[in-house]
C-alpha cells in the first residue's frame, strides 16, 4: 500500500494497535499520515459504560492525536449500552402515552402496526408491577412498543420496551429460553439524572428492555 499509494480519501486506523512508541507499526502509521489523513477508531473509552475512565488509557490516545492528528477520533460502544442509553433517555422523558390501560388484550389491540404482538414477560409474571398504557417508539431505529408500567401504591413508574429481536441489529444477547440472565446495564443520562439501571433480555422471539430507576428486586430466569 505504501509503495503503491491507492487512490482512496483517507485510513481508519485502531488506535490501540498503535499504541506502541517505537519499532515498526509506529513508522508504518506515521508514513500513511505523510500521504492520507487518517481517523481513529477507540476501543477501550468505556463511553456510556458502567467501567470508570482509564486515564492511562486516555494520556495514550492523547499522546496518539498530538504525534498524527487524526481528522476524527471515535470510541466503540457495546450495542447493550446503546440500548440502555436509549431506553433511559427516553424513559425520564416521560412523553404522554398513546394509549392508557392496564389490561395487556387492550395493548395488543392498539399496536396492530407493528411486525410483533405484545406479549407479557415471564420474568415479570410475578413481580408487583401495574400497567398503565404504552405509546410507539423504537430501539436502534427499530420499531418498538414502549409501555409504563408502576409499582403499586407508589410513584415509582418504569418503563418496558418490546421490540423484534434482530440479531443483526442487536447482535447476540441473553435468550430466557436458553436459561441466561438479563444483562444489566447502568447508565448516566445526564448530570442530574444517573444510576438508571436497564435490564434486557430476549424471550419469546423479542428483546425486552426494563428500565430501574428505583431498585427493583432482582428478576432471575425461572428454573
Not at 407479557?120 to 409501555?147: F, H, K, N, T, W
Not at 420496551?161 to 442487536?170: A, G, H, L, P, S
Not at 447476540?172 to 447502568?186: D, I, K, T
Request: aromatic fraction near 8%; proline fraction near 8%; charged fraction near 20%.
Amino acid at each position: 500500500m505504501l509503495s503503491q499509494q491507492p487512490p482512496v480519501h483517507w485510513f481508519e486506523i485502531l488506535a490501540n494497535n498503535h499504541t506502541a512508541s517505537g519499532g515498526l507499526i509506529p513508522w508504518q502509521l506515521a508514513a500513511v499520515r505523510a500521504d492520507y489523513p487518517v481517523t481513529f477508531h477507540c476501543v477501550g473509552m468505556s463511553l456510556g459504560g458502567t467501567d470508570p475512565l482509564d486515564y492511562d488509557y486516555l494520556c495514550t490516545i492523547k499522546r496518539l492525536m498530538q504525534t498524527y492528528e487524526p481528522a476524527q477520533v471515535r470510541d466503540y460502544i457495546p450495542v447493550t449500552e446503546r440500548i440502555a442509553l436509549e431506553v433511559a433517555r427516553n424513559h425520564i422523558k416521560l412523553k404522554p402515552l398513546d394509549v392508557e390501560t392496564d389490561n395487556t388484550e387492550d395493548i395488543r389491540g392498539y399496536f396492530t402496526d407493528l411486525e410483533f404482538v405484545p406479549v407479557e414477560s415471564s420474568l415479570l409474571a410475578s413481580a408487583d408491577l401495574e400497567l398503565m398504557g404504552g405509546r410507539y417508539c423504537s430501539i436502534q431505529s427499530v420499531p418498538a412498543a414502549q409501555l409504563r408500567i408502576t409499582v403499586p401504591y407508589s410513584n415509582r413508574l418504569q418503563t418496558l420496551y418490546q421490540t423484534e429481536y434482530r440479531k443483526d441489529v442487536f447482535g447476540p444477547l441473553p435468550v430466557l429460553e436458553n436459561g441466561h440472565a438479563p444483562v444489566a446495564v447502568n447508565v448516566n443520562v445526564n448530570v442530574n439524572v444517573k444510576g438508571i439501571t436497564v435490564r434486557i433480555w430476549v424471550e419469546k422471539g423479542l428483546l425486552f428492555a426494563l428500565t430501574d430507576e428505583a431498585g427493583l428486586e432482582p428478576i432471575i430466569p425461572p428454573e
